[in-house]
């Protein structure tokens, strides 16, 4: 019998502004772009016997529809809602459609800064959070998404 998460999808979602990581405020998010965040994800993914797909998006609609359709595709969500974390009632309704596992990830640690962003409409609908870690936050929430899905 093939392990349980041999060949199935897990979809990465990162929201708006995400495309400009390695060049905004790179204090905060760090150097590393999107691009090779992607790679690192399909490389890892691969090994551990999982696909992977990875989609950006700066508009909230596009994100809903993604997740959406992830109902019948995907096994797991990975999701950066961005500043969307913070406002969409949306995000999180569709996100509830989902009965697979979510982890929410963060590249800062949002709740050492401003206070609008201590607050996330994702976290109580997620399995789990990642935040403050930087690229790293997504290679760790794809090895914990693995792991629940063999459990
Ligand atoms: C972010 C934190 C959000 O507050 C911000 O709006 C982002 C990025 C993070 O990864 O740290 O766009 O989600």
Do not use: W
């Amino acid at each position: 019998m093939q392990p349980s998460t041999s060949k199935q999808t897990i979809l990465v979602l990162h929201g708006p502004n995400l495309n400009m990581l390695g060049k905004r405020e790179p204090e905060l998010y760090g150097r590393t772009t999107l691009t090779e965040v992607n790679t690192r994800l399909q490389t890892q993914a691969a090994e551990l016997g999982v696909a992977v797909k990875c989609v950006q998006s700066n508009h909230e609609g596009e994100l809903v529809d993604t997740i959406q359709k992830a109902m019948t595709r995907c096994r797991a969500v990975i999701i950066n809602p961005g500043a969307y974390t913070h406002t969409s009632v949306a995000i999180r309704d569709a996100l509830l459609l989902l009965d697979v596992p979510i982890i929410e990830v963060h590249l800062s640690n949002i709740y050492k800064r401003e206070p609008f962003r201590h607050r996330s409409m994702i976290a109580d609908v997620a399995t789990g959070q990642i935040a403050g870690l930087g690229v790293n936050g997504y290679y760790l929430a794809l090895q914990a998404i693995v792991k629940l899905l063999d459990n």
